[in-house]
């Protein structure tokens, strides 16, 4: 059974930073794709970032140069750097990963990152 623990959301003013963690365990196979979804109150689930293990990685238009995604492979872990956050990044953040970019994904319990003054 593969588990996704995440951790380092919480509350941040605007043009403040985060650091989000995800580390999983439990898995037989590799998994290749890892990262982020995020869902606002009365929004659909969307995705943040992702990474593979080779590296490539891909952003939400909306998160570009602000948010960096990365990933240590010997832990399994992949982590979100949030720069410059804006209020409508507001969101419970969702660990993800699966073995291949088309498998049905684990997900983590999420994380609340919230951004206001």
């Known amino acids: 059974q593969v588990q996704l623990v995440e951790s380092g959301g919480g509350l941040v003013q605007p043009g403040g930073s985060l650091r989000l963690s995800c580390a999983a365990s439990g898995s037989m196979f590799s998994l290749n794709d890892m990262g982020w979804y995020r869902q606002a109150p009365g929004k659909e689930r969307e995705l943040v970032a992702g990474?593979?293990?080779?590296?490539?990685?891909n952003y939400e238009n909306s998160v570009k140069g602000r948010f960096t995604i990365s990933r240590d492979n010997a832990k399994d872990t992949v982590y979100l750097q949030m720069n410059s956050l804006k209020p409508e990044d507001t969101a419970v953040y969702f660990c993800?990963?699966?073995?291949?970019?088309?498998?049905?994904?684990?997900w983590g319990r999420g994380t609340q990152v919230t951004v206001s003054s």
């Open positions: 993800y990963a699966r073995i291949i970019v088309t498998a049905t994904p684990y």
């Open positions: 990474i593979l293990r080779s590296g490539i990685t």
